[in-house]
């Protein structure tokens, strides 16, 4: 397992073999915490103190629920437009998410849209 833990994408998190699409996760979750101090299946007051592995599970228990990320929460600080991207890049499936390529093309409209 490579990476930095609160960064990794579920697959990841399932021990499974990193993909492109991997790199769109964490793309999604670096912009994600920028924008918002949050990262995706973080819980900064439950999470603190546990080890590696320990956190790793939290954060796997974390992708099945429906309510993570808390979308809810964050989609009130951010644009629409921004939340929408996140949600793209931050699928829970490989499959979910945009090509790289794609993810690129997204984050370059988002960032043209928003200098308007």
Do not use: C, K
Request: hydrophobic share 45%; glycine share 6%.
């Amino acid at each position: 397992m490579l990476g930095t833990l609160p960064f990794m994408a579920p697959e990841q998190l399932r021990l499974e073999r990193a993909v492109r699409r991997t790199d769109v996760f964490a793309v999604g979750a670096l912009l994600l915490f920028v924008l918002t101090s949050e990262l995706p299946y973080i819980d900064n007051q439950a999470d603190q103190g546990l080890s590696s592995d320990a956190l790793r599970l939290a954060m796997l228990s974390r992708t099945e629920q429906p309510d993570w990320p808390r979308w809810g929460q964050l989609q009130a600080r951010l644009d629409q437009d921004v939340a929408e991207l996140l949600a793209q890049l931050l699928g829970t499936e490989p499959y979910e998410r945009p090509t790289v390529e794609r993810g690129i093309g997204l984050i370059d409209t988002a960032l043209a849209n928003r200098s308007r």
